[in-house]
């Protein structure tokens, strides 16, 4: 394992429940309500992607002007919230000092947008990542391999000697796209199982050494097997 690629929101901080309601204001200030159906669909999604999704659902056209300043009121809804500052979910930050101490290189995987995520990096700390990677950088942003690919290449090391941790389907379709294998902590959406990756419930217990093993696991092609080195 020569690197870990890390999801951001719903794997490092519980930022959904933050999207859940700057989505359930955007559909209120257009006389709509938003559904499990379409909420689940846009988890994990680029602005782009999720915003045409919206906008399906509200009636609203897929004018590309209408959808970019949706996406901007959404930010810019999304970025106050953040302001508050982030929690952490179980286990994250943990890991994320284990690594950084043993050197371990690390880099941000995400489809929110660069100025978003920099908000989000004031209150995670950026000094743990060698490498971001946004959304809105790649030519194609998650589910595609672009992202993922985007990093490795920054940090020098083949997608295969790098582990992602991702929270959703399309974050672990766009690691698995990119030859990385990935360990899996469901948030907001289950996601299923398949080859080159391994569930748990929470990162808390998980080290260094556990990550390795995990890793080391998948690599061989094995499925969603639980190492004996990992909690």
Known sequence: MRAVLWDMDGTLVDSEKLWDTAMQAFYARHGGRLS???????????AQRAMR?????????????????????????????????LPWRPGARELLDALAAAEVPMALVTNTARALTERALDSIGRDYFAVTVCGDEVPRAKPAPDPYLAAATALGAAP????AVEDSVTGTDSARAAGCPVLVI?????????????????????DVAALTAVHRVLRTGETDVTSPDAP
Do not use: K, Q
Not at 36 to 46: D, I, K, M, P, Q
Not at 59 to 70: R, W
Not at 160 to 163: N, Q
């Open 53 to 85: 999704i919206v906008h399906t659902d509200l009636g609203l056209g897929l004018d590309a002007a209408a959808l970019d300043a949706s996406a901007h009121w959404l930010h810019d809804r999304v970025g106050a919230l953040f302001a508050d500052g």
């Open 36 to 46: 499990a159906a379409v909420r689940e669909a846009t988890v994990g999604s680029s």
């Open 160 to 163: 295969a000697d790098c582990l």
């Open 186 to 206: 469901p948030n907001a959406v289950a996601v299923p199982d398949g080859p080159g990756r391994r569930h748990a419930t929470s990162l808390t217990g998980f």
